[in-house]
């Protein structure tokens, strides 16, 4: 009940196409999912976070949807660039848990120029 | 803008041995966090501190783990008798409050021999 499931594994985009990167939960009680990217031997650095009371937020090219009933949500970028070729992982946490975030998988992109 | 830093950025040492992880959270953060990731792997909770104890551990967390905050700045993680199987990157994380934004540091290599 404490994972986090997260596909695709590893993606391929076109440098101005979309990158949609799934993740889905189980523990209804998880209430917090932030999106993390990871350069190289550097450390997770937050990129968009969503709480389950809306479905959608976006920020820049960067959008989360959200679907509660569906236990799932998804990282969208927009217009991607070369410079987003990084690991990403999902997340989530529980209210009046110590925080602790519990990550997905994590998604290798590449953007081809 | 302020950021969590860690030392060393790598660590080598033999099977046996203790090690001290430092880490310095942003200032007025409260909660502080221990991950680890095993190389190509996702990223492991292992502990969160708070008001000076550990408020949550891991099934990893055993008792060659410990943490300290010994003054009002840093953030150690020591393992008393490193293993093979602790080689890892380990990155400690700050946050504000239990459903802040954690932020990460850059992670310290540990590589045991």
Known sequence: QQQVKQSPQSL?????????????YENTAFDYFPWYQQ???????????????????KEGRFTISFNKSAKQFSLHIMDSQPGDSATYFCAASRRGNTGKLIFGQGTTLQVKP | EPEVTQTPSHQVTQMGQEVILRCVPISNHLYFYWYRQILGQKVEFLVSFYNNEISEKSEIFDD????????GSNFTLKIRSTKLEDSAMYFCASCPGTQGEQYFGPGTRLTVT
């Open chain 2, 64 to 71: 060659q783990f410990s943490v300290e905050r010994p003054d």
């Open chain 1, 12 to 24: 391929i985009v076109q440098k101005g196409g979309i990158s949609i990167i799934n993740c889905a």
């Open chain 1, 39 to 57: 350069f190289p031997g550097k450390g997770p650095a937050l990129l968009i976070a969503i709480r389950p009371d809306v479905s959608e937020k």
